[in-house]
């Protein structure tokens, strides 16, 4: 079985003493393919260094919503597109809107995500878009910003509703599941995976945070995407191998700069 987590976080400090181990046992798992994404283009050096070192990871360039305000004017169109020129560079974010937390001011956020998407637009590389209590201004940008050109993106950790699912699928968006799908509690978040379409799912971890049952609470790591794979095959009801096959298919389709591994069970 070959399974992608298509985004983890593998620079930030939890990882520095053991990343060699956490790398290996995702393989062990089957994870055969990571993408550990930036969210400070301060950093971007030292996640692109870990892409570097590790066979079947990957990375992105971008800025999370929570760093808009101070390093959302560095994300300029121009300074993402060249970085999205280096090889190991292949998807544009994390970038997005969070009035949950909302570290950043709202405008700043904005300005900042249009700036990604311009990139994603011009590179053809993915957009990773986070998107926590701001549905509505979510869909307003991504549908306007489609009037311009369409792009390549993804939803990362969708844990929100069946309306924002809908409008991202519609303008060809992807939808990625986290850890949040096998906790007790989500029940709303399940009956709406139930309805999305098996070709548009992909899965991650967003490791170190929201670690999936049974590591409920602790570090989450790459290895643990099995456990959301897991759930996600039993919500859509088909065999693990299959939720497998899937995924891992779509993401190739999706992160389309990354060869598609020769392997059986990736086959299309
Ligand atoms: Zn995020
Ligand atoms: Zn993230």
Known sequence: MFLVDSHCHLDFPTFADDLDDVVARARDAGVG?????????????????????????????GVHP?????????????????????????????????????????DAQQASFRSHIQAARETGLPLIVHTRDAD?????ILTDEYR?????????????????????????????????VTFKAAVDLQETVRA???????????APYLAPVPHRGKRNEPAFVVHTGAAVAALKQVEVAELARATSDNFFNLFSKIPRPDIAGVAV
């Open 33 to 61: 393919t990571m993408v550990t994404i930036c969210t400070h283009l301060s950093r971007f050096a030292q996640v692109r260094e870990i892409a570097d070192r590790f066979e079947g990871v990957r990375c992105s360039a």
């Open 66 to 106: 929570h760093e808009a305000d101070h390093e959302g004017p560095t994300a300029t169109p121009e300074r993402l597109i060249t970085l999205a020129a280096d090889p190991l560079v292949v998807g544009i974010g994390e970038t997005g809107l969070d009035y949950y937390y909302e570290h950043s001011a709202r």
């Open 136 to 140: 509505a201004d979510t869909i307003a």
């Open 148 to 180: 311009n050109g369409p792009f390549p993106g993804v939803i990362h950790c969708f844990s929100t509703s069946r309306y924002l699912a809908e409008k991202t699928l519609e303008i060809g968006l992807y939808i990625s599941l986290s850890g949040i």
């Open 196 to 206: 999305l379409p098996l070709d548009r799912l992909l899965i991650e971890t967003d």
